[in-house]
T-cell receptor, first 111, second 112 residues
Framework: DGGITQSPKYLFRKEGQNVTLSCEQN?????MYWYRQDPGQGLRLIYY???????QKGDIAEGYSVSREKKESFPLTVTSAQKNPTAFYLC??????????FGQGTRLTVV | KQEVTQIPAALSVPEGENLVLNCSFT??????LQWFRQDPGKGLTSLLL?????REQTSGRLNASLDKSSGRSTLYIAASQPGDSATYLC???????????FGTGTQLKVEL
């Protein structure tokens, strides 16, 4: 089955803790993206990567970090510097300038 | 900076009606525009992709049009069904990396 897999589905973070969200795709897509969704707001871009070992900041990159060591993987770390991390996180992938496909999301809650 | 507005924000209709969902965007320098559907607590499902050189795209009961110069796109849903109930999002893609910019969506409820 081709697609995008995000894990875990639910994640709980304690204050001051770093957590990493996983995103894997087997679509052979070059580009991968991380978005954050808050109630009543549109999705906002955190980071994106067009090629292995390269990535760019989106609109709300502060408090987040990423890596792109393999074409199929684009993990997102939510650091302790992110003061309001509770949100729904969505990963997407595409060939450049073509249709984007999304994973099922990870819901992160601060406890 | 690209800004996307979707009207109406919410819509409730009886089954069988034909619907029009509107999307406007401020920057016409886009590569494409995508329409998505999102069910509560789920990820996004791609419905239609319109390239910037195209005027419309059709898939089953769905038809999307694009007027790039005026910054507008319309999603037409024919013969609506209760299973169409979801939030519909439009997202123009542009800039380096074809970044998608999202509006807040139209929340659709189709009642029996």
């Amino acid at each position: 089955d081709g697609g995008i897999t995000q894990s875990p589905k639910y994640l709980f973070r304690k204050e001051g803790q770093n957590v990493t969200l996983s995103c894997e795709q087997n679509l052979n897509h070059d580009a991968m993206y991380w978005y954050r969704q808050d109630p009543g707001q549109g999705l906002r871009l955190i980071y994106y990567s067009q090629i292995v070992n390269d990535f760019q900041k989106g609109d709300i990159a502060e408090g987040y970090s990423v890596s792109r060591e393999k074409k199929e993987s684009f993990p997102l770390t939510v650091t302790s510097a992110q003061k309001n991390p509770t949100a729904f996180y969505l990963c997407a992938s595409s060939y450049l300038n073509t249709e984007a496909f999304f994973g099922q999301g990870t819901r992160l809650t601060v406890v | 900076k690209q800004e996307v507005t979707q009207i109406p924000a919410a819509l409730s209709v009886p089954e069988g009606e034909n619907l029009v969902l509107n999307c406007s965007f401020t920057d016409s320098a886009i590569y494409n525009l995508q329409w998505f559907r999102q069910d509560p607590g789920k990820g996004l499902t791609s419905l239609l992709l319109i390239q910037s050189s195209q005027r419309e795209q059709t898939s089953g009961r769905l038809n999307a049009s694009l007027d790039k110069s005026s910054g507008r796109s319309t999603l037409y849903i024919a013969a609506s069904q209760p299973g169409d109930s979801a939030t519909y999002l439009c997202a123009p893609g542009g800039g380096g990396g074809n970044k998608l910019t999202f509006g807040t969506g139209t929340q659709l409820k189709v009642e029996l």
